[in-house]
């Protein structure tokens, strides 16, 4: 019953920025915390940013300074935005929710399909 939808991915030039949006729908208890994943072809998935409930963020090393991870004042949405990007961002970027669905008992880690993140020189 809950589904995450990501959008805002698409080609960007180096240097250039993008906004990605995560919306949790369905029903849902509470949100423990929301973050960003990427993986690119061949590549392992990773952390690329994470905020909790109480607005404690954490990032990859490799988009500290660049990429902001925010809340929505609805707390079933996340953003990221993508700030200097470039091509060792291109990736599929993937929506990630800590959450507790209602009627359930335990948090589970739920996934969005991914949107693509070009970055081309």
């Known amino acids: 019953q809950v589904q995450l939808v990501e959008s805002g991915g698409g080609l960007v030039q180096a240097g250039g920025s993008l906004r990605l949006s995560c919306a949790a729908s369905?029903?849902?208890?509470?949100?423990?915390?929301m973050g960003w994943y990427r993986q690119a072809p061949g590549k392992q998935r990773e952390l690329v940013a994470v905020i909790t409930s109480g607005s404690t963020t954490n990032y990859a090393d490799s988009v500290k300074g660049r990429f902001t991870i925010s809340r929505g004042n609805a707390k079933n949405t996340v953003y990221l935005q993508m700030n200097n990007l470039k091509p060792e961002d291109t990736a599929v970027y993937y929506c990630n929710a800590d959450l507790v669905r209602a009627g359930s008992y335990t948090s589970y880690s739920y996934w969005g399909q991914g949107t693509q993140v070009t970055v081309s020189s």
């Open positions: 369905g029903s849902i208890f509470s949100v423990n915390a």
